[in-house]
């Protein structure tokens, strides 16, 4: 993998189509949610149309509700309509029809053509995160998949991505771009893996971080970052990084 990531912190506006603007968590038990990445991650809470909102230095960063799934990310477009039919002809299903989630915006959840969930946002007054790419906020997201192949061109014809190879990594990893150029994330082959995307949170210390989370995992420095993946109190996985 790699971790070029463009010097943005604060977002306000809405973001173009694919980048990750928004991502939750589902899980059975919001109050021990909320307290354990309220630890971990310096989380604070507030309520609005999306469910409970995790919020850092009072700007939006997350989500959680109550269900099952783990982490979600959603990824951002200007007509979510259009985009979700786009997921259908492309091999894809639709799971939640596009719907208005008040102003906020309007809201899909589909799957891929292999077999992964995403949720789509476009976005009216809530662009999604407002804190990105500093600690204890979403850094980096990854498709991991069996079938890399279908799984590119599916999100080359839906979200018009382009694609770039990985020559510092020895497995199969495919950086997405938006058609500017920027970085959104990748895809990673790994076979017989079920088709999922992973979220990657920065930390300041990788090391402090597993300590209050109470993890005894061992981190792995790489040449992104010293970096850690974990499991919270419900089994879902959490990982994180401190770059450079």
Request: aromatic letters at 10%.
């Amino acid at each position: 993998m790699g971790f070029t990531v463009v010097g943005m912190s604060e977002v306000d506006e809405p973001q173009p189509t694919g980048t990750p603007t928004w991502l939750d968590l589902h899980v059975p038990n919001l109050t021990e949610a909320m307290e354990f990445y309220g630890t971990v991650f310096g989380w604070s809470y507030d309520e609005n149309e999306l469910g409970t909102t995790c919020l850092l230095r009072g700007r939006p960063v997350a989500g959680m509700r109550v269900g099952t799934g783990g982490w979600r990310v959603h990824l951002a477009t200007d007509d979510c309509d259009t985009t979700a039919k786009a997921v259908v002809a492309s091999g894809g299903s639709v799971v939640e029809e596009p719907h208005d989630v008040g102003d906020l915006g309007r809201a899909a959840l589909v799957v891929d053509r292999v077999g992964a969930t995403v949720g789509l946002w476009q976005a009216g007054t809530f662009p999604g995160c407002g804190l990105v790419n500093e600690p204890d906020t979403l850094v980096r997201n990854d498709l991991v998949t069996g079938s890399p192949g279908p799984a590119r061109e599916f999100y080359v014809t839906v979200f018009g991505f382009t694609l770039d190879g990985n020559p510092d990594v020895d497995f199969d990893f495919t950086f997405l771009r938006r058609p500017d150029g920027h970085e959104v994330g990748g895809i990673m082959g790994l076979p017989g893996a079920p088709s999922a995307w992973h979220t990657v949170f920065e930390v300041a210390d990788t090391d402090a971080t597993l300590a209050s989370a109470g993890a005894s995992v061992v981190p792995e420095d790489t040449p992104y970052g010293r970096s850690a993946t974990f499991v919270d109190p419900f089994g879902v996985d959490l990982s994180v990084i401190t770059r450079p």
